[in-house]
């Protein structure tokens, strides 16, 4: 996802492995699928305008329209290319306040949109944050629906 030439990192990762060796990658499936990235960024984006960004760029999205990685497997001449969905939970013991505090920490394209909001605007943001991720905190346990994707091809033999 993070890799500024997603099809050299692949066709270096598949020189790499043994003969008839095996390379899998897990992305992020879409945005819309995965509250637990998006929830913050959501209600930031009503609040701060950004450009568009290019859908190629290193994202953790950048890989989520399916198909997208399988095609780059395939361009790199990998074989047998399969391309599987995971849909699991995101669960930890935590607080929204720990949630927050986790991802306002974790992500830098979410700091860079945060140092666009005003400190009046702060508060403001948070609640709404709140009152969106409510449904994903009961009884003292933060749980996520998620979606990612699984693309696995075979090095070409020789």
Do not use: H
Not at 110 to 122: I, S
Not at 133 to 150: D, Q
Request: hydrophobic letters at 45%; aromatic letters at 10%.
């Amino acid at each position: 996802m993070f890799f500024a030439d997603p099809a050299t990192a692949v066709r270096e990762a598949l020189r790499l492995v043994l003969e008839d060796g095996c390379v899998a990658f897990a992305v992020w499936g879409p945005k819309e699928a995965n509250p637990f990235f998006s929830t913050i960024t959501d209600v930031i984006d009503q609040f701060v305008k950004i450009p568009p960004q290019d859908p190629d760029a290193p994202d953790a999205f950048r890989f989520a329209v399916p198909g997208k990685l399988a095609g780059i497997l395939e361009q790199a001449d990998a074989k047998n290319v399969i391309e599987r969905q995971l849909n699991f939970q995101i669960e930890a013991a935590i607080s929204f306040e720990q949630f927050w505090q986790l991802r306002t920490e974790m992500s830098e394209t979410l700091r860079e949109k945060m140092v666009r909001l005003t400190p009046a605007q702060l508060p403001t943001v948070k609640q709404a944050v709140a009152d969106t991720a409510r449904r994903y905190f009961a009884s003292g346990t933060m749980s996520f629906p998620a979606e990612a994707l699984i693309v696995s091809g075979r090095k070409p033999g020789t």
